[in-house]
């Protein structure tokens, strides 16, 4: 089925799963995709892929595409086919009305980080221009906003600071709340290599994920630490790092702010940092945290590597920050094999950020407060910006539910599945009056709609998309657009329809734009990716081409700032009634909510969600391999089948997310980071019970 004959023609593209941005040879035949072949020249993949980027991309041409732009007055209406023109004119309309029935904050937008950098720029110019507030948002909410916010304080820049490549220069890696192998499996395999050549290995995480041995490398410490002790974790290690003289005083002097550092390491100090103290509450042995923290302080090059494990917390800002402040005691970072490295779940997180998809910022992570951004952006758009910060998702949740908030442009994001609390998300989106969703498929989301404008998948469109290490690189069209247009010519359509006029011919237009309004981007054009496959902003005139490792010699934020990071336990406790903390992942053949791979031959590998759970656990509640059962929390609750394992500990379970069906986001609750509202999706506290087959 995959591999479909002799291609008559290949184009150069990125993978549109994860952050790892693999670079592609479409192989085409006609209209049709043949093969998807790994570039050899993809400066973020030399050549390799996974299972996802190589096979999954038959969701493009599936028969659930919805390729007619629809309309309906409402929710329980049955969909009508209509024109482009008809269901654009109908939602500008829409739109319109309720601005002038409740005001103009009343309506928003949604971006993803499925979208290229151009459409989510254009989303949020729209929300700015023709909406005339700062109601935007980006899926970025609800996994990475914790690493935006906490970089931005400590180092200055809201990104990862180095290459994928980098690791190879790493004498020791510290894992921290990710798992590469299914999440990031070509840096994954990268890393392997690195540590069968003798690079020391911590992992940090609650579940005993695959990286934790292989062949040939073992990792020196596991810190099976219990979900939502992050941060006293990371104290206790900075505890090590102060009190066993293992700072780097001459990094500390030079590259930071000596009053946070004082501060800070008066704080760190403290008895309840100790390794002791953490042990308890964490279940991690002291020996264990004092031992890892020395490898990590003593290694030549010791670089962080983290993921949703770190930021999806009550303290997701506050543990990155914990993080920095270890690299930059430790002065790891400005070099290759150092620095503190997000892994972007998405293909482009990193962009749809970059891009000002957020309710205070403009492309560039300018706050909307500061006059002389505004006035750039008011020069350039030709209409005055908001200077209050608008609505982020969960607030336009609440808005929608008190009546003040009531339309929702959505873009290439599923809310209602990707969200958690569903029936919280679902009572606000019935609350609207107008939800516009653009989109491959009808999706959960798309049940509250009013108008579903058909998107156009990434072999159906150009922009580009930006990894997790800061890389840019062209997405190309590879074939035309199903529906007709691509998503970024919808949106200039929406638009035109409400007034602004977007007068866009390519999207190399819009990035000459971003170039031209943000520092970071002002080297990057079209041409100059066509000529060099690829390029880590900043690229400016300071780095003409680009930076692949940041805060070389200099923090961007000049010096850099040590933060307080006391611990904090959740809200979200174990109790009599809800014993076990469930904690989520993904797995290496399906992606997120599995819009895409669901709809592919992935599906045979992973066909359903499992609650994994320990093997006395599952005896205490008479639970066998294979059984079903019911998962109870305060939110919600729905019903899995079991996989009875020691990789969790006893205490704790684990699940998937990639299946509607199992409604992972049913259970979860409202809990959020106390800096970006990033939902607290890893720790939930639940009841498990065996229950009779659905
Ligand atoms: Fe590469 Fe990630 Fe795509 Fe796999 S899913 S091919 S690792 S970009």
Excluded at 57 to 66: L, S
Excluded at 77 to 83: F, I, R, Y
Excluded at 595 to 606: D, S
Aim: glycine share 8%; hydrophobic share 35%; with cysteine.
């Amino acid at each position: 089925v995959i591999d479909k004959g002799q291609a008559e023609r290949s184009v150069t593209t990125v993978c549109a799963y994860c952050g790892v941005g693999c670079s592609f040879k479409a192989e085409v035949k006609g209209n049709e995709v043949v093969r998807m072949v790994p570039n050899k020249d993809g400066k973020a993949n030399h050549g390799h892929s996974c299972v996802k980027g190589r096979f999954a991309f038959g969701y493009a041409t599936h028969p659930d595409r919805i390729t007619t732009p629809m309309i309906r007055k409402s929710i329980d209406a049955p969909w009508q086919k209509v024109s482009w023109d008809e269901a654009i004119h109908y939602a500008a309309s829409e739109f319109k009305r309720l601005q002038e029935k409740y005001g103009r904050g009343a309506v928003g937008g949604i971006t993803s980080s499925r979208c290229t950098n151009e459409e989510t720029y254009l989303v949020q110019k729209l929300v700015r221009t023709a909406f005339g507030n700062n109601n935007v948002d980006t899926c970025a909410r609800v996994c990475h906003s914790p690493t935006g916010y906490g970089l931005k304080q400590t180092l200055g820049e809201s990104a990862g600071t180095q290459t994928f490549d980098s690791v190879m220069d790493a004498d020791v890696v510290m894992v921290i709340g990710a798992n590469p192998t299914d999440g990031h499996p070509v840096f994954a395999a990268q890393l392997k290599r690195r540590l069968r050549q003798g690079a020391r290995l911590i992992v940090v995480d609650p579940r005993r994920i695959d990286l934790i041995s292989g062949p040939h490398f073992e990792a020196s410490y596991h810190l099976k630490l219990r979900p939502g002790t992050n941060v006293a974790v990371a104290n206790a290690l900075a505890h090590v790092i102060v009190t066993e003289g293992l700072v780097d005083e001459a990094f500390v002097q030079a590259r930071c702010e000596s009053p946070a550092f004082a501060q800070w390491c008066d704080f760190i100090a403290l008895e309840e940092n100790s390794p002791e103290a953490v042990a308890e509450l964490s279940g991690v042995a002291a020996e264990d945290l004092r031992g890892a923290a020395r490898l990590y302080a003593q290694a030549g090059n010791a670089a962080i590597y983290y993921g949703l494990g770190v930021t999806e917390h009550s303290q997701g800002s506050t543990m990155v920050m914990a993080i920095a402040n270890l690299a930059m005691a430790t002065g790891n970072i400005g070099r290759s094999g150092v620095g503190v490295n997000p892994l972007r779940g998405q293909n482009n997180v990193q962009g749809s950020c970059d891009m000002g998809s957020f309710p205070h910022e403009l492309p560039g992570y300018r706050h909307v407060s500061d006059e002389a951004t505004r006035a750039l952006f008011e020069a350039a758009w030709g209409v005055p910006i908001d200077q209050e910060p608008g609505l982020r998702i969960p607030n336009m949740f609440e808005a929608a539910l008190d009546g003040s908030f009531k339309g929702l442009y959505c873009e290439g994001e599923d809310i209602a599945q990707s969200d958690p609390n569903t029936q919280h998300v679902e009572s606000a989106l019935r609350a609207m009056e107008c939800v516009v969703v653009q989109d491959l498929f009808l999706n959960e989301t798309a049940k509250f709609a009013h108008v579903f404008l058909p998107g156009s998948s990434f072999l159906e469109k150009n922009g580009t998309f930006t990894n997790a290490e800061r890389r840019i690189s062209r997405v190309r069209k590879v074939i035309p657009p199903l529906a007709g247009k691509e998503d970024w010519e919808v949106t200039v359509a929406l638009a035109d329809a409400l007034g602004y006029p977007m007068p866009y011919a390519h999207p190399s237009e819009i990035m000459d734009e971003i170039a031209r309004l943000t520092p970071t981007f002002t080297g990057v054009n079209y041409a100059r990716l066509d000529a060099l496959g690829s390029i880590q902003w900043p690229c400016n005139e300071a780095h003409p081409s680009g930076t692949p490792f940041m805060h070389e010699g200099e923090f961007v934020r000049g010096k850099g700032r040590f933060m307080l990071t006391r611990y904090v336990a959740t809200d979200e406790r174990a109790n009599k009634r809800y014993p076990l903390l469930l904690t989520t992942g993904r797995i290496l053949t399906q992606y997120n909510v599995g819009a895409q791979t669901r709809r592919t031959e992935n599906t045979a590998w992973h066909g359903e969600d499992r609650l994994e759970i320990h093997p006395q656990d599952a005896e205490d509640r008479g639970i066998r391999e294979g059984d079903w059962v019911g998962v109870a929390s305060r939110a919600g609750e729905t019903v899995l089948r079991a996989t009875v394992t020691t990789r969790v500990q006893p205490g704790v379970i684990y699940t998937t997310f990639h299946h509607p069906e199992s409604g992972a986001n049913v259970i979860t609750t409202d809990n959020s980071d106390w800096a970006t509202n990033c939902p607290e999706y890893k720790v939930t506290a639940v009841q498990v019970t065996r229950v009779d087959q659905p």
